[in-house]
């Protein structure tokens, strides 16, 4: 794993990468952005093999009021969705390539000009019980969306 540092807040990050090495990496976000990485590897020591590589680890909007994490594993689009109160946690969802017909992106209109978030944007297609559903997931910064396209594109 290589790992270069451009300043504090922003990391290359070579990816496959393992969550334990995930985590060691997070410790160098500031402590009120960690909090947040810390719920999400909470939940996916739950759900992940411990020797899972992990292809993509991005900020999304996994529901249209929730934030949270898109994170593509070998086997699994996860899809984490922080919960905000006193008592914090998170929640995941499991996506699995299988059931995924097609993926497509686009960027968000943005009317007034210079915006306040990402304005990145996956739409997924996927099997359902009679026919297929539609997800999409928004907030993905814009530099990295290429990427995560590609990878889920990959596996599926």
Known sequence: MVVRKINEKYM???YPITLKEMEQISL?????????????????????????????FEVAD????????L???????ILITLKMGLVGGAASEL??????????????????????MNLGMIYLELKGML???KRTI???PEYNLDNVVKVIRDKI
């Open 12 to 14: 290359v990050i070579q």
């Open 28 to 56: 160098d976000f500031p402590k009120t952005e960690r909090k947040y990485y810390e719920y999400a590897f909470k939940e996916l020591n739950k759900i992940m093999k411990k020797d899972a590589k992990i292809y993509s």
């Open 62 to 69: 996994p529901k249209l009021t929730k934030t949270g994490f």
């Open 71 to 77: 994170v593509a594993t070998e086997t699994d689009l």
């Open 95 to 116: 996506i699995k390539y299988k059931d995924i017909k097609a993926v497509d992106f686009d960027l968000a209109p943005n009317p007034f000009g210079l915006a306040q």
């Open 131 to 133: 026919g297929s559903k």
């Open 138 to 140: 928004r907030n993905i």
